[in-house]
């Protein structure tokens, strides 16, 4: 949102973006540069990004009727759509890796549909996205050529019609020159959301009587079911920060919040397909380990060696900064995913840690699944569903099982004397803290003692990151809400 704002200070950012909690990680820093060198490979030579108007103050999703721009100067919608779409895709992908703990399968259908839904949406805006710059592209050369043919009637007098032009002073005249340069038309720029969506009215791409429903084939729709997905997620944060307050569950949390954004957008067959992915949802703390898994393996080692008093003093400066180490990514794999079946645009060359696992869900064998799930009709339909789903998805589907097979066995090396320390009790509903005070002296926590804290210590850090997350993309939702809006656009159509 505001590495395209006009005047940008990016070194002041990464000072900054973190708050309270310090600069950016080196590891963030990388992957923003990563962002920005595929942006700028998918708008391609000749095209600079959009230039935006500087945020001013923040909203709360859905704190007003009226929904407020995150810039006054330029109304709704003043964010570059390939960063937008950037953005998006990494979101989609860290709900997979970092949402879906292995062996749950029936939440893994909903989530692994939703990721779907976003990727294949992202495809159309960016390709709305390519054919307005394309249109931009050819409207610059038109410029050239216009004001270089004006330009020579301007520099040269024809003797006599039908005659080779003479020309006065078009071969020296250093005034020509100068005025030729500075008078050449602006570079093509990559569009905001806003102007996307204007340039499919202005070019009746949707059909503005129909409106608000949308051409299906379109970044109109594109965007508004990626909004919507955006807006679901965000929704599960706000409400598992709520677990056990308002919500009992992290099953209630995410009903809750499926009910909100979707529930009359779905059809009765999609909506009993997600009743079911909600019941297969794993306790928030599960969740909340899964989230982070570096954090977790600096907390385990340090309780393990003594070092628990340290890290639970409640101050917050345990939070997450490590650097992202050189060698690792020299030594880390090249994560690209295009599918050249939907003419889809790279969309990152990001280098993954080797302690990042991917949780292939859907690979998991029906045998291996307990209880009434493996039987469940409304499961094995969803799991059909994203059977005939995978196959518009083929390419991407392969490159993420690649890289997931790769990462799951570095893990499985990496963690390996931890993960039998969380097969055993739940302590989530216990209460207090889980060590004695000798153990806050400086000794070692083991067995259900570790278990409780490392609830308590990753509880912690994923509020804390959830917090932030909240912070910055509620503002972005209430933006785009209000351009769906302005615009007409908030297709009430069913699936």
């Known amino acids: 949102v505001e590495s395209s704002t006009d005047g940008f200070d990016a070194s002041g950012f990464q000072e900054s973006a973190s708050g309270e909690n310090g600069p950016l990680s080196e590891r963030m820093v990388y992957v923003l540069t990563a962002i920005d060198d595929a942006v700028a490979k998918s708008r391609g030579r000749g095209v600079v990004e959009a230039t935006t108007k500087p945020r001013q103050g923040d909203a709360d999703l859905d704190s007003s009727p009226t929904p407020s721009p995150l810039s006054s100067l330029a109304g709704y919608g003043d964010v570059d759509a390939l960063k937008f779409c950037a953005a998006m895709r990494l979101l989609a992908e860290w709900r997979v890796l970092r949402q879906v703990p292995e062996g749950y399968r029936g939440y893994a259908v909903g989530m692994g549909l939703g990721h779907k839904d976003v990727v294949q949406n992202i495809v159309k805006i960016e390709a709305a996205v390519h054919d307005l710059i394309e249109l931009r592209k050819q409207e610059h050369e038109h410029a050239l050529e216009s004001m270089e043919q004006d330009w020579d009637k301007a520099s040269c007098q024809a003797d006599g019609y039908g005659e080779e032009p003479t020309c006065e002073s078009a071969a020296n005249s250093e005034n020509n020159e100068e005025g030729k340069r500075t008078s050449t038309p602006p570079i093509p720029t990559s569009p905001t959301l806003r102007e996307l969506l204007q340039y499919e009215i202005d070019e009746e791409i949707q059909n503005v009587e129909k409106l608000p429903r949308l051409k299906e084939k379109s970044a109109g729709m594109g965007l508004l079911w990626v909004r919507r997905q955006l807006h679901y997620q965000t929704e599960i944060f706000s409400n598992v920060m709520l677990v056990p307050d308002v919500y009992q569950s992290a099953t209630d949390a995410v009903a809750a919040a499926y009910t909100s954004v979707y529930d009359r957008y779905h059809g009765w067959a999609v909506q009993k397909i997600f009743n079911y992915s909600f019941q297969a949802a794993p306790d928030v703390d599960v969740i909340y380990r899964h989230m982070n898994p570096t954090k977790l393996q600096e907390v385990t080692a340090a309780a393990m060696n003594g070092d628990a008093e340290g890290l639970f003093d409640g101050s917050g400066d345990d939070v997450d900064s490590t650097p992202f180490p050189k060698e690792k990514m020299e030594e880390s794999e090249s994560f690209l995913v295009f599918d050249d079946e939907l003419n889809q645009t ?8 080797n302690e990042t696992q991917y949780v292939e869900a859907w690979s998991i064998p029906d045998e291996s699944i307990e209880g009434k799930e493996g039987t469940n009709p409304w499961i094995r339909f969803g799991l059909h569903i994203a059977s005939e789903w995978d196959k518009l998805s083929a390419h991407v589907e392969a490159e993420l099982d690649k890289f997931g097979k790769h990462m799951e066995g570095e893990w499985d090396k990496a963690v390996s004397g ?18 004695s005070t000798d153990v806050r002296g400086g000794g070692t926590l083991s067995g259900e003692a570790l278990d409780r804290y490392l609830s308590v210590k990753m509880e912690e850090d994923a509020k804390m990151h959830i917090a932030r997350y909240l912070e910055v993309v509620s503002p972005l939702l209430e933006d785009i809400r209000g351009l769906f809006e302005e615009m007409n656009c908030d297709d009430p159509t069913k699936v």
């Not at 790279?346 to 840690?353: D, E, I, S």
């Open 346 to 353: 790279p969309f990152y060359n990001l280098h993954m840690a």
């Open 418 to 435: 931890i993960i039998g320390l969380f097969q055993g009790n739940d302590a989530s509903n216990d209460q207090g803290l889980p060590f």
